[in-house]
Each structure stands twice: as structure tokens, then as C-alpha cells.
T-cell receptor, first 116, second 115 residues
């Protein structure tokens, strides 16, 4: 089956620093990857859609300059939280979709970010 | 606006008992409906996927139903185990020909199975 990995699985950083989270599709090529944020006891909220080789599309209310997304290859997308603040502490989950027209998304295991 | 509502928000049952989780949706045009299990601190894992023409689908002790007319789905868990404790998320997909995200997520039901 399709496997999506994330790294790191958890990270603690100081306020004002930047943190990079990687999302990889291990056994398939993903033309599209999605980044979600999940706060405690809430469901996943889509942050942005990332297509390989093009700029990400951000959902309303998500700051593109704060959450930098790079999708340089068909198997790797990165999310960088710049100048992190405690309110950015959350569970970040990525998913990968095989190709346009396929709606199946394979989810990664998530990254727990804690900003002190 | 596409929406997915789940009930109850949380549920506590004793080990070995059965339970049923509900999902109502207003997503159009409908493509499919998935139930996911999300363990604490982990990503969602797909349990079942149902298209418009399917009424019932089972995966072990999990049985999902779909009524496309009333736009309702349920997930029935039989003989619950402690490992069933998790959040269960109903996700409905809309048909979409562009590259955007076609998924609408429910708020989830947090299930706790006690010994």
C-alpha cells in the first residue's frame, strides 16, 4: 500500500525560530500533497495544497509567508514554519495524492510541533 | 457549502460492547465517503470507502453503511476492543475536475473503550 512518512515526528523549538517538516511518499509519486493542521480535539484543517513544481495554494486565513511550502519533487514536500510562536503549536499532517483525478489521499503519521 | 457533521462528539463504551457512529453530509456532487481511524498522535488510517451505489461495506469488526438518499452514513463497531479507542473521522469526497482538495472532513467522534 501507499506509504507516506513525515519527519520529524515531533519537534520542540524556541519562539522566533523556524522549523522544517518533511513529507515523503515512499513508494509512489505524488503530484499533489496537502498540509493539514490539527488542534487538540478538533478535526484536520487544510492549510495548503502543493503541486509539484508550482506554488502552493493556501486556504483562506493561512499566511503563506509564515508557512512556506516547497514541493520540489514528486516524492517530497516540505513545510517550514517561520518565526514560530506558541500559537503555532499543533499537530501537522501531510497527505499525498497519486495524480489528478484520483481523490485518494494517503496520510502521513503527523508531526507534533511545540513552540516554547 | 459542503459540510460533514458527526455524532456523537465523544462516546465511552465498555470492552466487548457494540457501538454506532453517525455521519450526515451535504456534499455535492458526491463522489465517495470514507471512514478513518485516527489514534492519538498519529495520522488518519482508512477503514472503509463507499461510493454512491454501495450500501454496506465491512472491514473486520467495522461495518459502514451509506444511504445516499438521506445523505447519512454510519460506522458500526462490533465487539469493541481497547485498541478501538481513537477518533473516527468521516470524510466525504466531492467530484472535482481541477487539482484542488475534494475532501470535506467531519469533526470526528472520540471513542473510548474501557475495560
Amino acid at each position: 500500500g501507499a506509504v507516506v512518512s513525515q519527519h520529524p515526528s515531533w519537534v520542540i523549538c524556541k519562539s522566533g525560530t523556524s522549523v522544517k517538516i518533511e513529507c515523503r511518499s515512499l513508494d509512489f509519486q505524488a503530484t499533489t500533497m496537502f498540509w493539514y493542521r490539527q488542534f487538540p480535539k478538533q478535526s484536520l484543517m487544510l492549510m495548503a495544497t502543493s503541486n509539484e513544481g508550482s506554488k502552493a495554494t493556501y486556504e483562506q486565513g493561512v499566511e503563506k509567508d509564515k508557512f512556506l511550502i516547497n514541493h520540489a519533487s514528486l516524492t517530497l514536500s516540505t513545510l517550514t514554519v517561520t518565526s514560530a510562536h506558541p500559537e503555532d503549536s499543533s499537530f501537522y499532517i501531510c497527505s499525498a495524492r497519486l495524480a489528478l483525478g484520483f481523490d485518494t489521499q494517503y496520510f502521513g503519521p503527523g508531526t507534533r510541533l511545540t513552540v516554547l | 457549502k459542503n459540510q460533514v457533521e458527526q455524532s456523537p462528539q465523544s462516546l465511552i463504551i465498555l470492552e466487548g460492547k457494540n457501538c454506532t457512529l453517525q455521519c450526515n453530509y451535504t456534499v455535492s456532487p458526491f463522489s465517495n465517503l470514507r471512514w478513518y481511524k485516527q489514534d492519538t498522535g498519529r495520522g488518519p488510517v482508512s477503514l472503509t470507502i463507499m461510493t454512491f451505489s454501495e450500501n454496506t461495506k465491512s472491514n473486520g469488526r467495522y461495518t459502514a453503511t451509506l444511504d445516499a438518499d438521506t445523505k447519512q452514513s454510519s460506522l458500526h463497531i462490533t465487539a469493541s476492543q481497547l485498541s478501538d479507542s481513537a477518533s473516527y473521522i468521516c470524510v466525504v469526497s466531492a467530484e472535482n475536475n481541477n487539482a484542488g482538495n475534494m475532501l470535506t472532513f467531519g469533526g470526528g467522534t472520540r471513542l473510548m473503550v474501557k475495560p
